[in-house]
């Protein structure tokens, strides 16, 4: 049970390596499509939160190829992304990009992708190996900064990257705030099916990551929702069956600065008008002053949550052995 811990611990030392990273070659773009799945894809999400209204776009492309028709005319860098380095949606990508002539950039511990990363000779960054993919997040999301900063995508990210490093620093240790507010969540969590709600380009993107951190770590199920979306469908979902939704589901509600006015406002309504039917067990704002440490923030608690509704459930939070039994069914296909 501790082997996940210690991997959600040294977040902060995982920002602190990106500082330390050599240059990456590449030439400026405008647009950048990062392709990853799982652990690694939240890179993408995250760099899309901290991209902002920056300059550049970023999007994120979970699935197989092709690309987007779009690419076409706007030539993107292509940000492929694989823990492993052999994930076969993130490669089949990396195969439709090189044959379109798109530029490449890698992050990786090596695999298949690390070797035709060297073969073609596109710039790389190695991450350390050891971890399972989604305890990774601080090597993935650095790592991804690092080169969004190369080509002028995001400023310059090193202050930022050090203040999220300290507050994870800070987040993860015992008997602290978060570790609480982890503690609390978790419990008022204990037999229930979490659903997230998030409502912005920090809060909904963390929402998304707490969700699968449930799946992963305490092996149960979970979903996430975004505001105002959910405000035009899912509200009324709550309507026919109060009796069961109030005795086995819950909702966390995660905030930060950059939701819009409006949403803070539908997420108190929102809560009002279900409370009947599934209990609010949690409200957690973000903390901290960039977009990286304000993600870092919701992500400790959320690590942390997952972690300990496994150590309640029995389970051991490290190994995916249903993914892993995918992954074989696959090759015998």
């Known amino acids: 049970m501790s082997d996940m811990l210690t991997m959600i611990q040294t977040l902060g030392d995982q920002l602190r390596w ?19 799945m799982g652990g690694s894809g939240v890179a993408g999400d995250y760099l899309a939160a901290i991209a902002g209204e920056g300059p550049a776009r970023v999007a994120v492309h ?26 076969e949606e993130t490669l089949d990508v990396v195969d439709h990009a090189r044959s379109r002539g798109l530029s490449v950039v890698t992050i990786t511990t090596g695999g298949k992708l690390g070797q035709l990363s060297d073969a073609e000779g596109w710039p790389t960054v190695r991450v350390p190996t050891g971890l399972q993919p989604r305890a990774a997040v601080g090597y993935l999301v650095g790592a991804a900064v690092h080169v969004a900063a190369a080509v002028g995508a995001v400023d310059d990210p090193r202050s930022d990257l050090e203040e999220a490093a300290l507050l994870a620093d ?65 509200l009324v979902g709550w309507e026919t069956m109060p009796s069961f939704t109030r005795e086995h589901l819950g909702v966390i509600a995660l905030t930060d600065r950059s939701d819009h ?61 249903t993914i892993e039994k995918l992954k074989k069914l696959l090759t015998e296909d």
């Open 261 to 321: 006015p409006r949403v803070e406002a539908r997420l108190a309504h929102s809560a009002a008008l279900t409370q009947d039917a599934v209990p609010w067990v949690a409200e957690i704002p973000s903390w901290g002053e960039s977009r990286i440490a304000r993600l870092i923030s919701l992500t400790t608690v959320g690590d942390l949550t997952s972690w300990m509704m496994a150590l309640d459930a029995g389970v051991d939070p490290v190994p995916v052995e």
């Open 170 to 234: 800070d987040a993860l240790t015992e008997d602290s705030p978060a570790w609480e507010q982890a503690a609390k969540t978790a419990a008022a969590l204990k037999g229930r099916i979490g659903i997230v709600y998030g409502g912005g380009p920090i809060s909904g993107t963390v929402a998304g990551r707490w969700k699968t951190q449930i799946n992963e770590n305490a092996k149960m199920p979970a979903w996430s929702s975004l505001l105002p979306e959910l405000d035009h469908n899912e």
């Open 62 to 87: 979970k699935n197989y190829g092709p690309l987007p028709g779009w690419v076409g005319r706007t030539k993107p860098l292509v940000l492929a992304v694989s823990y492993s380095g052999n994930t």
């Open 18 to 36: 990106s500082l330390g990273l050599d240059p990456v070659e590449v030439p400026p773009a405008t647009e950048i499509v990062l392709a990853g």
